[in-house]
């Protein structure tokens, strides 16, 4: 086991109607002028917004409002919400909403509390010394966000999508409702699953550390997730499947499921940003797009693990060659993608992609991870290209 950090200083408050508690919390964690922010208005339209705005007017606490973030957030409206904050004197930002919202509202926190462009902490130019405060009401089980440490902005000159990871913008709380996900489209709800349960692969496939404990906690989550996501796609308002959905999304991002390995391989997801900043498509779906024709690629070079994950997790028999166990996890996999109407290849996706695009994504990837990145396989642009032609 290599020697890790693992600091989740969100105070989680989970249940039925947690919601009715956030003045409380603001007030704990010192908020006296609020910018909330959220999406494109399903906050709105499920009456979640008016039992938060009610509450804190009742409890005395200002806010202004920012809403707009949409799926793969943009730079822009996060300019947008510097200049507001700054005007307005916000000292705490109070997200509602999914990743998007949250992400967003990280961004906004960087650019009020550090001098100069915020774009910069995402183009890797230099780092953050400070956040606002961040406070999340999570509508979305999906990216982690409300513990996680990252933050991913798309800058629309150029379609760049990039994640900023850094401490200071780990939530000081999250009020997770499991009921505040029911009125999700059952492709989004699937979508979050699959972006779950590869938050806790991406620290799976790794070729560095010995992980008993992590590994039992990794393999737990991900057939819980599986289990449940299934229950979901035929009854969506099952209140427990929903629950524990939702925690595993906390648990799989908030390091909890990479203790004690090398960091992790985060190439998959670092293949699926370029297909959101390139076609827009949803994070989870495009990650189901892309793994197969990873694992496809890489497996040889992280064999035990693979091994280990059709066994443990996919139910595979423990029969055959190695290689033909590792194939049978992958391929059962992608059924489980498929059971749950995720795609497994870009078509699948929704996206025709020409070849000129693979090769600027490929190029754009490399870039972005400073020329190469991966655990299970050290890829390089070459390697990312050929990822993305097997899994158009
Ligand atoms: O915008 P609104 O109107 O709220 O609608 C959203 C949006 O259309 C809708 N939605 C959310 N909660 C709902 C709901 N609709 C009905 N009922 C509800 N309860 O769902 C759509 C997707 O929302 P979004 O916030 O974009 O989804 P998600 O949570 O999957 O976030 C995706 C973003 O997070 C990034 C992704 O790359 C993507 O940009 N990620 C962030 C991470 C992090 N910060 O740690 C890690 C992830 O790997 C990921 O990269
Ligand atoms: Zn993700």
């Given at each position: 086991m290599f020697g890790f950090k693992f600091y989740t200083p969100t105070k989680v408050v989970f249940g039925k109607d947690t919601e009715l508690k956030v003045a409380e919390l603001v007030k704990e964690f010192g908020g006296k002028k609020l910018l909330i922010h959220y999406g494109g208005g399903s906050v709105i339209k499920s009456g979640l917004m008016k039992r938060v705005t009610d509450i804190l007017d009742e409890a005395k606490i200002e806010y202004v409002m920012l809403g707009g973030a949409v799926p793969n957030p943009h730079l822009g409206l996060v300019y947008e919400g510097i200049d507001l904050c700054k005007k307005e004197g916000v000292d705490f930002i109070l997200a509602v909403g999914g990743g998007s919202a949250i992400d967003s509202a990280k961004a906004i926190g960087y650019g009020v509390t550090n001098?100069?462009?915020?774009?910069d902490f995402y183009d890797y130019k230099r780092q953050a010394t400070a956040c606002l405060p961040i406070g999340v009401i999570l509508t979305l089980s999906a990216t982690g966000s409300e513990m996680s440490d990252s933050s991913v902005i798309t800058k629309e000159e150029g379609l760049v999508k990039r994640g900023y990871s850094s401490d200071y913008c780990r939530p000081k709380f999250a009020i997770m409702n499991p009921e505040l996900t029911m009125t999700l489209p059952d492709y989004q709800t699937a979508c979050g699953c699959t972006d779950i349960m590869m938050h806790t692969m991406e620290r799976y496939f790794t070729n560095g550390g010995n992980m008993e404990l992590t590994d039992s906690l990794a393999e737990g989550l991900l057939r819980t997730v599986m289990n449940n996501a299934k229950i979901l796609v035929k009854d969506p308002k099952n209140y427990d499947a929903r629950a524990e959905v939702m925690w595993a999304g906390s648990l799989a991002h908030n390091d909890l499921t990479g203790c004690g390995n090398d960091g992790g391989d985060w190439m998959a997801h670092k293949l699926e940003h370029e297909l959101g900043g390139l076609y827009d498509v949803a994070h989870g779906a495009g990650l189901a797009a892309v793994w197969g024709s990873w694992a496809r690629y890489v497996y040889k070079d992280c064999l035990p693990r693979f091994k280990k994950f059709a066994i443990n997790v996919m139910g595979v028999e423990d029969k055959g060659t190695d290689e033909e166990i590792a194939i049978k996890g992958i391929e059962s996999m992608e059924a489980f993608y498929h059971e749950i109407n995720m795609p497994t290849n870009l078509r699948e996706l929704g996206v025709e992609a020409t070849d000129d695009e693979l090769v600027e994504m490929a190029h754009k990837c490399a870039v972005g991870v400073g020329g190469s990145m991966g655990s299970a396989k050290l890829l390089n642009e070459e390697d990312m290209l050929a990822i993305y032609r097997a899994c158009k």
């Amino acid at each position: 086991m290599f020697g890790f950090k693992f600091y989740t200083p969100t105070k989680v408050v989970f249940g039925k109607d947690t919601e009715l508690k956030v003045a409380e919390l603001v007030k704990e964690f010192g908020g006296k002028k609020l910018l909330i922010h959220y999406g494109g208005g399903s906050v709105i339209k499920s009456g979640l917004m008016k039992r938060v705005t009610d509450i804190l007017d009742e409890a005395k606490i200002e806010y202004v409002m920012l809403g707009g973030a949409v799926p793969n957030p943009h730079l822009g409206l996060v300019y947008e919400g510097i200049d507001l904050c700054k005007k307005e004197g916000v000292d705490f930002i109070l997200a509602v909403g999914g990743g998007s919202a949250i992400d967003s509202a990280k961004a906004i926190g960087y650019g009020v509390t550090n001098e100069g462009d915020v774009w910069d902490f995402y183009d890797y130019k230099r780092q953050a010394t400070a956040c606002l405060p961040i406070g999340v009401i999570l509508t979305l089980s999906a990216t982690g966000s409300e513990m996680s440490d990252s933050s991913v902005i798309t800058k629309e000159e150029g379609l760049v999508k990039r994640g900023y990871s850094s401490d200071y913008c780990r939530p000081k709380f999250a009020i997770m409702n499991p009921e505040l996900t029911m009125t999700l489209p059952d492709y989004q709800t699937a979508c979050g699953c699959t972006d779950i349960m590869m938050h806790t692969m991406e620290r799976y496939f790794t070729n560095g550390g010995n992980m008993e404990l992590t590994d039992s906690l990794a393999e737990g989550l991900l057939r819980t997730v599986m289990n449940n996501a299934k229950i979901l796609v035929k009854d969506p308002k099952n209140y427990d499947a929903r629950a524990e959905v939702m925690w595993a999304g906390s648990l799989a991002h908030n390091d909890l499921t990479g203790c004690g390995n090398d960091g992790g391989d985060w190439m998959a997801h670092k293949l699926e940003h370029e297909l959101g900043g390139l076609y827009d498509v949803a994070h989870g779906a495009g990650l189901a797009a892309v793994w197969g024709s990873w694992a496809r690629y890489v497996y040889k070079d992280c064999l035990p693990r693979f091994k280990k994950f059709a066994i443990n997790v996919m139910g595979v028999e423990d029969k055959g060659t190695d290689e033909e166990i590792a194939i049978k996890g992958i391929e059962s996999m992608e059924a489980f993608y498929h059971e749950i109407n995720m795609p497994t290849n870009l078509r699948e996706l929704g996206v025709e992609a020409t070849d000129d695009e693979l090769v600027e994504m490929a190029h754009k990837c490399a870039v972005g991870v400073g020329g190469s990145m991966g655990s299970a396989k050290l890829l390089n642009e070459e390697d990312m290209l050929a990822i993305y032609r097997a899994c158009k």
